[in-house]
T-cell receptor, first 111, second 109 residues
Framework: EAQVTQNPRYLITVTGKKLTVTCSQN?????MSWYRQDPGLGLRQIYY???????DKGDVPEGYKVSRKEKRNFPLILESPSPNQTSLYFC??????????FGPGTRLTVL | GEDVEQSLFLSVREGDSSVINCTYT??????LYWYKQEPGAGLQLLTY?????DMKQDQRLTVLLNKKDKHLSLRIADTQTGDSAIYFC?????????FGAGTRLTVKP
């Protein structure tokens, strides 16, 4: 089944403890992206990647890192999480910029 | 920065038409999208329209684009209770995408 998977789906952590949210797609898509969703703000793009080893900042990249070492994986890294990074995170992939397929979401709480 | 704006709530009766409106500011937007998000789920692409088009129809969905006014609308004909969800307008110009805050559509029986 063609899909985008994210792990974990739920995570509660403490300020400053490094964490990684994984994202994987099995559709051989070149384009992948991370978003955060907050009430009243919709989705805001954190980072995106046009292809392997190519990443670019979205609208809200501060406090996040990404890597794209292989086509199928696009992990989101929070080196030192803070409470304002408590949010619902979505990974998406696409064969091109359009028709993005979204993962199920990761709900992160930083205490 | 560039913005995408939409009203936060819309309530309609089952069987009526729903019209969700969106405005955007980026004049270089190439594609405009409508996504649907059901509770606890990710976003599902409903439809998209290229910026040189005025209208696109797909079954019960009609998208209208007024490029001059930077106004996009989504009309859902014969709205059903299963259409209750949050609808996001989005635009892309370069390689990034911007979303509106979402319109929560409530369909009353």
């Amino acid at each position: 089944e063609a899909q985008v998977t994210q792990n974990p789906r739920y995570l509660i952590t403490v300020t400053g403890k490094k964490l990684t949210v994984t994202c994987s797609q099995n559709m051989n898509h070149e384009y992948m992206s991370w978003y955060r969703q907050d009430p009243g703000l919709g989705l805001r793009q954190i980072y995106y990647s046009m292809n392997v080893e190519v990443t670019d900042k979205g609208d809200v990249p501060e406090g996040y890192k990404v890597s794209r070492k292989e086509k199928r994986n696009f992990p989101l890294i929070l080196e030192s999480p803070s409470p304002n990074q408590t949010s619902l995170y979505f990974c998406a992939s696409s064969p091109h910029q359009h028709t993005q397929y979204f993962g199920p979401g990761t709900r992160l709480t930083v205490l | 920065g560039e913005d995408v704006e939409q009203s936060l709530f819309l309530s309609v009766r089952e069987g009526d038409s729903s019209v969700i409106n969106c405005t955007y500011t980026d004049s270089s937007s190439t594609y405009l999208y409508w996504y649907k998000q059901e509770p606890g789920a990710g976003l599902q692409l409903l439809t998209y329209i290229f910026s040189n088009m005025d209208m696109k129809q797909d079954q019960r969905l009609t998208v209208l684009l007024n490029k001059k006014d930077k106004h996009l609308s989504l009309r859902i004909a014969d709205t059903q209770t299963g259409d209750s969800a949050i609808y996001f307008c989005a635009e892309s110009g370069n390689n990034d995408m911007r979303f509106g805050a979402g319109t929560r559509l409530t369909v009353k029986p």
